[in-house]
Structures are given as structure tokens and as C-alpha cells.
């Protein structure tokens, strides 16, 4: 039982750093799920692997700890809450710039800007959002 959660957890992270690692901002939030998922997992298995035992301390006998699964529970939240965030984010920065590439430094970022012409359009910036 170790073993195979062992390995899902190193599989989880090793999915979780190789998506980060993309050029791209949807596969880094799919990522940044699959390393939350994998500490979680992590954070579980820390209260020991056991069948059919209540997280309660009895003379001789073992025991689940709850204190990981609290910590599991709060840490889903707050996964949860970052992930609307970085989500949020990302589509902000696709609007502004036209491009979902985490890498595009200021030089690109100029090159793929093209100028509007004079006019009704003057006022506009990229992504199409109008200056307030």
C-alpha cells in the first residue's frame, strides 16, 4: 500500500512540474492542480496508513492522526482559492496581451502589438479592452 501511494504521489508531482514547465498558461494552472493535489496526498498519508482504525489514541494500540487530515482539508481549500485566482489571472493576461505564453517578455510583447490607426480605435489597447 505505501508503495503504490509512494508512486502516485511522485507521479503527481513529476505531472505537476513538467506542466509548469510549459510555455503556455493553461497547462502551468493544470500544474500548479497536480502539485496541490500531490502535497495533499502527501499531508494524508503523513497520519499513517491504516484500515478500519478510529483517529483516536488508545493504550497499545494504533491509531489514525487527525491532525493531517485537518490539514488536508484546509490546504483543498485554500488550493481551491488560488486556483480561481491564478485562473483569473491568466485569462487577464491573455485579454491584455493577445498571447497565453507565460514566457513573452516586452520585446515580444511589442513586436506582436500592432499600432491602431488614428481614430475611433486611438484609445483602444490590446486585447480590445478600452481605457477607462
Known amino acids: ?36 493535489y500531490a502535497v495533499n496526498a502527501f499531508l ?3 497520519g499513517r496508513l491504516t484500515v478500519d482504525l478510529p483517529p483516536i489514541i488508545t493504550p497499545g494500540a494504533a491509531y489514525t492522526d487527525p491532525l ?7 490546504a483543498i481549500v485554500i488550493s481551491f482559492g488560488m ?3 491564478i485562473v483569473v489571472l491568466g485569462l487577464r493576461g491573455f485579454l491584455e496581451t493577445g498571447s497565453d505564453r507565460t514566457d513573452l517578455s516586452l520585446a ?9 490607426p488614428e481614430g475611433e480605435d486611438a484609445g483602444r ?6 481605457r477607462a
Open 1 to 36: 500500500m505505501e508503495i503504490l501511494v509512494a508512486s502516485a504521489i511522485g507521479l503527481m508531482t513529476a505531472t505537476g512540474l513538467f506542466l509548469i514547465l510549459q510555455g503556455r498558461s493553461f497547462p502551468v494552472i493544470v500544474g500548479l492542480t497536480f502539485l496541490s
Open 44 to 46: 494524508f498519508a503523513m
Open 68 to 74: 493531517p487530515q485537518a490539514l488536508v482539508l484546509t
Open 83 to 85: 486556483t480561481a485566482l
Open 108 to 116: 515580444d510583447a511589442a513586436e506582436e502589438h500592432v499600432p491602431a
Open 125 to 130: 489597447e490590446r486585447g480590445g479592452a478600452a
